[in-house]
């Protein structure tokens, strides 16, 4: 092997390690992220439900309040309701059924009441979980979101969303801004619902994290690498290879 050829070698193995610690140490970063979120919702999960006007201030303060249990009280817009495509629990396609509820006091917010599988959307097919009257509900604090490079787009004219986006819903609900529309979904726990549907607690608690499996494995790719390296080096400067 010649000189060049031993540094050019050498280079590209040095960008490759590098390459590799650099996806290890990012692994990790991803695990600590994780693990935030992880003891996010099992601490927030866990406490007492607050009221509305507590969430919306725990909201202002903590910036973040995904997860937070809320009871709400008021009543049902039916005649307004979204529907967000969605897979179930269970791995059924169908939609989640948002609906705006409003209380005495005149707050509204959008509150996402479970899974509906596809012939359950029409609210014609499932009247009897249509409440006319006030109740009270209980659901966990999601805040919106933003579309990714594989989200199909959100088609308001069809009332079809493939993003949780709460500004677009609302926009949708009460066209020219002549409701304000508290800045976070409530999405309702598993209760009774007369016929059944929507299929409330459809909330995704426990979020899978192989971070540190994924860090160990670029990290080993990256021993492996010099390992290879420097026997082969080892064999060409031996004579063993040429």
Partial sequence: MTTSALIRLTLATLIGFALLVWLGTWQLQRLEWKERIIDRIETRTERKPVTLEQA??????????????????????????????????EGQPGWHVISPLETASGRVVLV?????PEDHRDPDTRREGQFENIVTLTGLV????????????NDVDANQWFTRDLPGM????????TVQVLPFFLEAEAGDVPGGWPKGGQTR?????????????????A???????????????TGRRS
């Fill in 56 to 89: 919306v201030a725990l909201a202002e303060q903590w910036g973040d309040p995904n997860y937070l249990r809320v009871t709400a009280e008021g009543r049902f817009h039916n005649d307004l309701e979204r529907y967000l495509y969605a897979i179930s629990t």
């Fill in 112 to 116: 996402d009441r479970g899974f509906v």
């Fill in 170 to 177: 609302a926009r949708s609900m009460f066209p020219g801004g």
């Fill in 142 to 153: 999601r805040t919106s979101e933003e579309p990714n490079l594989f989200s199909p787009e």
């Fill in 223 to 237: 021993g492996c690498l010099l390992v290879i390296y420097a026997v082969y080096v080892w064999s060409v400067m």
């Fill in 205 to 221: 608690l426990k979020l899978p994290n192989k971070h540190l499996q994924y860090a160990l494995t670029w990290f080993l790719l």
